[in-house]
Nanobody
Framework: QVQLVESGGGLVQAGGSLRLSCAASGGALSAYKMGWFRQAPGKDREFVARISASAGLAVYADSVKDRFTISQDNAKRSVYLQMNSLKSEDTAVYYC??????????????????WGQGTQVTVSS
C-alpha cells in the first residue's frame, strides 16, 4: 500500500509558476498510475493530469494543457506537477493520487484508492 505526501503549494500571482511534489512510500511507483486532481471550494474534485511511467504517457485536462507538466522520478519515488501561467481559476487544493495499473479510467477520481492530504494553491489576480 502506497502513502502519498504533497508539498509545494502556496500563494502566487496570476501568470506565475509553482511546482508541486508528491513523495511516495510503501510501494514502487512503477506499479501505479499516478494522477493529480484538484478541488475548489463548492466544486467536485476534478482531474488535472495523470502519468503512467511504464508507458511513458501523460494526459492532461483541457483546462491545463500546455500550461502544466506532470513528471515522475521512480528513483526518488516522486511525482511532480509543474504549473506555469497560473490563473485565478487554478486556485484549489491539489491532491496526488495513485491507482493500480488495472486499465480503468485514469481521469475518474473514484478509481484511485490512494490519496495524499492535499496542498493549497492560491492564485491572486
Amino acid at each position: 500500500q502506497v502513502q502519498l505526501v504533497e508539498s509545494g503549494g502556496g500563494l502566487v500571482q496570476a501568470g506565475g509558476s509553482l511546482r508541486l511534489s508528491c513523495a511516495a512510500s510503501g510501494g514502487a511507483l512503477s506499479a501505479y498510475k499516478m494522477g493529480w486532481f484538484r478541488q475548489a471550494p463548492g466544486k467536485d474534485r476534478e482531474f488535472v493530469a495523470r502519468i503512467s511511467a511504464s508507458a511513458g504517457l501523460a494526459v492532461y485536462a483541457d483546462s491545463v494543457k500546455d500550461r502544466f507538466t506532470i513528471s515522475q522520478d521512480n528513483a526518488k519515488r516522486s511525482v511532480y506537477l509543474q504549473m506555469n501561467s497560473l490563473k485565478s481559476e487554478d486556485t484549489a487544493v491539489y491532491y496526488c493520487a495513485a491507482k493500480p495499473l488495472d486499465g480503468t479510467n485514469g481521469r475518474d477520481p473514484t478509481r484511485y484508492p490512494y490519496w495524499g492530504q492535499g496542498t493549497q494553491v492560491t492564485v491572486s489576480s
